[in-house]
């Protein structure tokens, strides 16, 4: 039986397809993350814990940007896999550490850095509560907790609800109000909220940004090969192109949302 906190199948595989794949994405892309960043009051004296870093896109761009000291996790060992790649590529190895972690259950002590950054990964947790308290625990007092997550503009019907469950992993989406009412659950204060609904060419230019074109043939290559020798790969494929329009009612219907709380001096 999968335990509460545990990834099911069907999510393991869909990481398992971001990592192979070699792409990962959040709406908003690089801007989102620099704004997100900014908003949290990041700074090269900081220390900064990434949740979620995936194939360490972000990170490469944090580091060069801010300055800032960057420990970074993800529950994939096939991210973490590709974020290091990354990373020694651009020569930030002394900047960022890399740990294989889960959000949930995180291996450091409370208070025990400046901010914490999560983009894209709360909504795949199965307690959000649970995991959104852990990022309070470990950030020091004063500190600011920053997520981007995707957000209900409309409220979807309930087949809408399970198309994006099992094709996006697992994942459970909020409207704004949701998600800010999280953060002040988990005991945060002054909770900022920037959302707005997606715009796909904005979306679009800032996926091109994320990556070169080696990157994006790299990746397509690994796509297509998985396709043909994975027999998971296709059925993942099938789900996706068996329903087209429930992906445009998909995309029509969500956005961006910037969420950030400080966590109380005392």
């Given at each position: 039986?999968?335990?509460?906190?545990?990834?099911s199948?069907?999510?393991?595989?869909y990481?398992?397809?971001?990592?192979?794949?070699g792409?990962?994405?959040?709406?908003?892309?690089?801007k989102?993350?620099?704004?997100?960043?900014?908003l949290?009051?990041?700074?090269?004296?900081?220390?900064?814990?990434?949740?979620?870093?995936g194939?360490?896109?972000?990170l490469?761009?944090?580091?060069?940007?801010?300055?800032c000291?960057?420990?970074?996790?993800?529950?994939?060992?096939g991210?973490?896999?590709?974020?290091?790649?990354?990373?020694?590529?651009?020569?930030?190895d002394?900047?960022?550490?890399?740990?294989?972690?889960?959000?949930?259950?995180?291996p450091?002590?409370k208070?025990?850095?400046d901010?914490?950054l999560?983009?894209?990964?709360?909504?795949?947790?199965?307690?959000?509560?649970?995991?959104?308290k852990?990022?309070?625990?470990?950030?020091?007092?004063?500190?600011?907790?920053?997520?981007?997550?995707?957000?209900?503009?409309?409220?979807?019907?309930?087949?809408?609800?399970?198309?994006?469950?099992?094709?996006?992993?697992?994942?459970?989406?909020?409207?704004?109000d949701?998600?800010k009412?999280?953060?002040?659950?988990?005991?945060?204060e002054?909770?900022?909220?920037?959302?707005?609904?997606?715009?796909m060419a904005?979306?679009?230019?800032?996926?091109?940004?994320?990556?070169?074109?080696?990157?994006?043939?790299?990746?397509?290559g690994?796509?297509?090969?998985?396709?043909?020798?994975?027999?998971?790969?296709?059925?993942?494929?099938?789900?996706?192109?068996?329903?087209?329009g429930?992906?445009?009612?998909?995309?029509?219907?969500?956005?961006?949302?910037?969420?950030?709380?400080?966590?109380?001096s005392?």
């Amino acid at each position: 039986m999968k335990m509460d906190n545990q990834p099911s199948k069907d999510e393991n595989l869909y990481f398992d397809i971001q990592a192979d794949f070699g792409m990962t994405k959040h709406l908003g892309g690089q801007k989102a993350t620099r704004e997100l960043v900014e908003l949290c009051h990041v700074d090269q004296n900081k220390s900064l814990l990434v949740i979620g870093c995936g194939i360490g896109s972000s990170l490469v761009y944090i580091a060069k940007h801010f300055g800032c000291r960057i420990t970074a996790i993800d529950i994939s060992e096939g991210m973490i896999a590709r974020a290091e790649e990354r990373i020694k590529r651009h020569g930030l190895d002394a900047k960022i550490i890399l740990k294989v972690a889960d959000a949930q259950n995180m291996p450091f002590l409370k208070n025990t850095f400046d901010a914490t950054l999560c983009e894209s990964v709360t909504a795949f947790i199965p307690d959000k509560l649970k995991g959104l308290k852990e990022y309070v625990r470990v950030t020091k007092p004063g500190g600011q907790i920053g997520i981007n997550e995707v957000t209900w503009i409309k409220e979807p019907n309930p087949d809408l609800k399970e198309y994006a469950y099992t094709i996006l992993g697992g994942a459970k989406f909020l409207d704004a109000d949701g998600w800010k009412s999280l953060l002040i659950e988990a005991g945060l204060e002054e909770v900022l909220v920037v959302s707005g609904k997606l715009q796909m060419a904005s979306q679009w230019k800032e996926e091109m940004r994320l990556s070169d074109m080696s990157d994006r043939f790299q990746a397509m290559g690994r796509f297509i090969q998985g396709v043909f020798k994975n027999p998971a790969y296709r059925q993942y494929s099938q789900q996706i192109l068996s329903k087209p329009g429930m992906m445009f009612k998909f995309t029509s219907q969500i956005g961006n949302g910037l969420y950030v709380g400080r966590k109380p001096s005392q």
